[in-house]
């Protein structure tokens, strides 16, 4: 995996539904670029930042269920200025390689396609709190919705605590997020909104299908990365 250094100063983004498995291949990822002697500053969204996984909280806290979806949107922005002034720049003026958990990509799914507020109005905003520092390519993690209940039925059975039900059960340790996710309709809509986005802007994206195994998704992951990034390496 030596080619792995060819992306010192690069920002990649995985993204994708909850339960699309994206959390698990960014952690094999890093833990490559480790071995590879790769120098990696990993970063997760909302949060990343003290100040970052407070808004986390107060995003994710069940009694909000008044927020609006323009309140919602401000917040995830707010909380990745933080995150781009205070670590994702810096990290790659100094040449690192950052993996983000998310980024606009999921504000343009959930509360674009999915919630309903205009693509151009997150663009607008992400513009201010990213400054223009933006991925130079992001992962989407495909699934479908199926896949998801699925999996996520498999969680509930073994009770992990701090992970919700996307299976329509409001179960004591779901977020707010997560109960709007329960939904069918929104579930879809959020997938599509990935979709379109790659389709869009397709030298900025690449899509892989998370409905094949882990071991499946690891090696579309290595080859994508790989030829997009590092073609010669
Ligand atoms: P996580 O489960 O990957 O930590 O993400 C937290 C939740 O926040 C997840 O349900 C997706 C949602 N989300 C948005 O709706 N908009 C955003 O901009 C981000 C970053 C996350």
């Known amino acids: 995996m030596g080619w792995l250094r060819a992306l010192e100063g690069r920002f990649i983004v995985f993204d994708g539904p909850d339960g699309s498995g994206k959390s698990t291949q960014l952690a094999r990822f890093v833990a490559a670029c480790a071995s590879a002697g790769?120098?990696?500053c990993e970063v997760r969204e909302?949060?990343?930042t003290a100040?970052?996984?407070r808004v986390r909280a107060?995003?994710?806290?069940?009694h909000h269920e008044g927020m609006s979806l323009r309140c919602e949107m401000l917040l995830y922005m707010a909380s990745r200025a933080q995150l781009v002034e205070e670590r994702i720049r810096p990290a790659?003026?100094?040449?690192?390689?950052?993996?983000?958990?998310?980024?606009?990509?999921?504000?343009?799914a959930y509360q674009g396609t999915a919630g309903g507020?205009?693509?151009?109005d997150i663009h607008a905003v992400a513009g201010i709190a990213t400054g223009g520092t933006m991925p130079d390519l992001t992962v989407v993690f495909d699934v479908d919705p199926q896949t998801i209940i699925?999996?996520?039925?498999g969680e509930d059975s073994r009770v992990v605590r701090g992970r919700g039900s996307v299976a329509g059960m409001k179960d004591l340790f779901s977020d707010r997020m997560e109960d709007k996710?329960?939904?069918?309709?929104?579930r879809a809509k959020v997938r599509r909104g990935y979709l379109d986005q790659a389709a869009a802007q397709p030298d900025r994206y690449a899509v892989v299908d998370a409905t094949k195994p882990p071991e499946e998704v690891w090696e579309q992951v290595v080859k994508t990365v790989r030829a997009r990034l590092a073609p010669g390496a």
């Open 38 to 40: 790769v120098e990696v």
């Open 46 to 48: 909302p949060g990343g």
């Open 51 to 53: 100040i970052g996984e």
């Open 58 to 62: 107060i995003l994710l806290d069940r």
């Open 92 to 108: 790659l003026a100094a040449g690192r390689l950052v993996l983000a958990d998310r980024f606009v990509s999921s504000t343009l």
């Open 117 to 120: 507020l205009s693509l151009e």
């Open 150 to 153: 699925q999996r996520t039925r």
């Open 181 to 186: 996710s329960a939904d069918a309709e929104f």
